[in-house]
């Protein structure tokens, strides 16, 4: 079933929406402007007091939520954040389709999927709705910051939910591909990972749980994750790295699933800060983005009932070179 999302009283503004914020109806504090100040004890008490105060946090009917009103009145306020400087993402975006309903693009290592964190403008929702001048784009999936490759937008509410259930109903064949470090004990005459012969058809358990960074593997509980990995080839790459080049095809969607599974398998994805050591945090590095990529998207369109298959124009930097 399609979830159909809470509409905002405000409309999308220079490419950012408005954020939410639910407020409790019952607590110590005697007006919604002193839960907020509470909330947001971290910012400065007498400039949010006077966004109240100017009209600029409003209720679900769009209208201006006053410094008096009381506890109970609203579950929901809306506002627009301060939006941050920025450090643009030095890497674009490439749209490979446009139509009335569907907007595909090619997205580059680095940049988010939707604003999060400290990127805001610096997103690919963010810079699309711009770039089109449609307020109404939304992602139908997403992709990690880290990740390159395929996205796919909705472009009108209309037909929003018709897309979203092919992803609902796992009615997508998705397609990716990785590189990952060589094994030591790697044989090419008879190529296995953590000694499987290939392909591998790899299960786990993978739970993502809030605040946590990464997700957890259960090896207690019954597998609820899983990709087919087979080889595209070995060599060396670029930069001189004996590599191996996996093609990789989820049958499911988790939260990092195939970085956690070929971790797993003793090939964890070059670049990788995350798996299968969480690495100390530090700026990005542009020469060595994670090697991961979604390559494909294929399915039948809910629209015209027509094949519709895309393919990414991305390689990946440490790709071995066939002849080495």
């Given at each position: 079933?399609?979830?159909?999302?809470?509409?905002?009283?405000?409309?999308?503004?220079?490419?950012?929406?408005?954020?939410?914020?639910?407020v409790?109806?019952?607590?110590?504090?005697?007006?919604?402007?002193?839960?907020?100040?509470?909330?947001?004890?971290?910012?400065?008490?007498?400039?949010?007091?006077?966004?109240?105060?100017?009209?600029?946090?409003?209720?679900?009917?769009?209208?201006?939520?006053?410094?008096?009103?009381?506890?109970?009145?609203?579950?929901?306020?809306?506002?627009?954040?301060?939006l941050?400087?920025?450090?643009?993402?030095?890497?674009?975006?490439?749209?490979?389709?446009?139509?009335?309903?569907?907007?595909?693009?090619?997205?580059?290592?680095?940049?988010?999927?939707?604003?999060g964190?400290?990127?805001?403008?610096?997103?690919?929702?963010?810079r699309?709705?711009?770039r089109?001048?449609?307020?109404?784009?939304?992602?139908?999936?997403?992709?990690?910051?880290?990740?390159?490759?395929?996205?796919?937008?909705?472009?009108?509410?209309?037909t929003?939910?018709?897309?979203q259930?092919?992803?609902?109903?796992?009615?997508?064949?998705?397609?990716y591909?990785?590189?990952?470090?060589?094994?030591?004990?790697?044989?090419?005459?008879?190529?296995a990972?953590?000694?499987?012969?290939l392909?591998?058809?790899?299960?786990?358990?993978i739970?993502?749980?809030?605040?946590?960074?990464?997700?957890?593997?259960?090896?207690?509980?019954?597998?609820?994750?899983?990709?087919?990995?087979?080889?595209?080839?070995?060599?060396?790459s670029?930069?001189?790295?004996?590599?191996?080049?996996?093609?990789?095809?989820?049958?499911?969607?988790?939260?990092?699933?195939?970085?956690?599974?070929?971790?797993?398998?003793?090939?964890?994805?070059?670049?990788?800060?995350?798996?299968?050591?969480?690495?100390?945090?530090?700026?990005?590095?542009?020469?060595?983005?994670?090697?991961?990529?979604?390559?494909?998207?294929?399915?039948?369109?809910?629209?015209?009932?027509l094949?519709?298959?895309?393919?990414?124009?991305?390689?990946?930097?440490?790709?071995?070179?066939?002849?080495?």
């Amino acid at each position: 079933m399609v979830r159909v999302p809470m509409p905002s009283p405000l409309p999308v503004k220079n490419g950012v929406g408005p954020t939410r914020l639910r407020v409790p109806t019952s607590g110590p504090w005697a007006t919604v402007a002193e839960y907020v100040v509470e909330r947001f004890d971290h910012m400065d008490a007498d400039d949010l007091y006077r966004r109240f105060d100017i009209g600029e946090i409003v209720g679900i009917d769009g209208r201006p939520v006053g410094r008096g009103a009381a506890l109970g009145e609203h579950t929901f306020v809306w506002y627009y954040r301060d939006l941050p400087a920025e450090e643009p993402v030095p890497f674009q975006e490439e749209i490979l389709h446009v139509d009335d309903d569907l907007v595909v693009i090619d997205k580059p290592h680095f940049l988010p999927t939707t604003p999060g964190g400290r990127y805001l403008r610096e997103s690919a929702l963010v810079r699309l709705r711009t770039r089109l001048d449609n307020p109404d784009l939304t992602p139908i999936h997403r992709l990690d910051r880290a990740t390159a490759g395929l996205v796919m937008f909705s472009a009108r509410p209309a037909t929003r939910g018709a897309y979203q259930s092919l992803f609902e109903k796992r009615q997508v064949t998705k397609v990716y591909e990785a590189v990952s470090a060589r094994p030591a004990e790697w044989d090419p005459a008879t190529p296995a990972l953590a000694g499987r012969a290939l392909p591998v058809l790899y299960r786990n358990h993978i739970e993502a749980r809030r605040g946590e960074l990464r997700v957890v593997v259960d090896d207690t509980c019954e597998p609820n994750s899983e990709t087919l990995i087979e080889m595209l080839g070995t060599g060396v790459s670029r930069s001189g790295r004996s590599v191996l080049h996996t093609l990789l095809r989820p049958h499911t969607g988790r939260m990092h699933q195939l970085r956690v599974h070929l971790a797993a398998l003793g090939i964890g994805i070059l670049g990788d800060r995350w798996y299968p050591e969480l690495l100390p945090e530090t700026p990005d590095d542009h020469r060595l983005p994670l090697q991961l990529l979604a390559r494909e998207l294929e399915f039948v369109d809910p629209l015209s009932g027509l094949p519709r298959r895309f393919v990414t124009r991305r390689i990946l930097d440490e790709a071995p070179n066939p002849r080495g």
